[in-house]
């Protein structure tokens, strides 16, 4: 008897594991004004509010094939025209903010991980990751495990940050670079 016991208790015990919810996972890193700070130093940026038209959009997603999904955009500039951009993509199942400086020839200046909520996969944080970025612009599609090294349990969060880096590259090759 005690072994049937035993065997339910088992059983009620996973199901009870299985329903339980997820606990959520959120972690600030920065604030858009340290984020400016560590990129720009002391240069002082100014907002400068974009917003695409649908058609800059659909030919933005046509060129790279990744999808724009907002086209008001979070945009400040510099004096010298160097941009200042807070993005977010889809980690596996949550948004990443970012925050990403941008030269005024296109050029990815650096990136920041504003807000990470994914329980796991956060060594996109790791600045060596991070500086792959740097110095890519719209010449070349950028693909993981070409010209961006994967991390092992981080596929999603890195595949979406070289799609985010991707499609402001070519705003910035469509849109930004003739403002």
Known sequence: MERRNFIKNTLLGLVG???LPKVAFSKTYLTIAQAQKILFKNEKLTPFPVTLTEEQADSIEDAIDIRVRHLKMNTWRTESGDWFF???????HENIELAVSMSKNGNVKGIEVLTYRESYGDEIMHPKWRAQFHGKNSSEFLKLDKQIKNISGATLSCRHVTDGINRLNETW???LRLL
């Not at 807070?86 to 980690?91: E, H, K, L, S, T």
């Open 17 to 19: 594991l299985a329903v």
């Open 86 to 92: 807070v993005d977010q993509v889809i980690g596996k």
């Open 173 to 175: 090759q469509q849109v």
